[in-house]
């Protein structure tokens, strides 16, 4: 399983970014698709999961902000990311079925 992620960049506080997944080898309207972050110096930790039928949880510091959402036909999982803060700055990474992982896309938040 291969996955791509992208959409990460510079954006300032109070800004928004999506980030895309795209998955090959896996099939993203059957597997558990994660998204986790790691912040410079600190754990990498979760930030939002899909499940096959589309239920979704999210990390504790995501408070409404993100949404997680896939599209079956295009294999690709998204992260809506809204109100961003400084404190999201990180490298968030995409992750198939707690086993594969993606490169990571980088999102810096500017104050």
């Known amino acids: 399983v291969q996955l791509q992620a992208s959409g990460g960049g510079l954006v300032q506080a109070g800004g928004s970014l999506t980030l895309s997944c795209a998955v090959s080898g896996g099939i993203v309207s059957r597997d558990a698709m994660f998204w986790y972050r790691q912040a410079p110096g600190k754990q990498r930790e979760l930030v939002a999961v899909?499940?096959?039928?589309?239920?979704?949880n999210y990390g504790g510091f995501v408070k409404g902000r993100f949404t997680i959402s896939k599209d079956n036909e295009k294999n690709t999982v998204y992260l809506q990311m809204n109100a961003l803060t400084p404190e999201d700055t990180a490298v968030y990474y995409c992750?198939?079925?707690?086993?594969?992982w993606g490169q990571g896309t980088l999102v810096t938040v500017s104050s």
């Open positions: 992750n198939s079925q707690r086993r594969w």
């Open positions: 899909i499940s096959p039928s589309n239920t979704t």
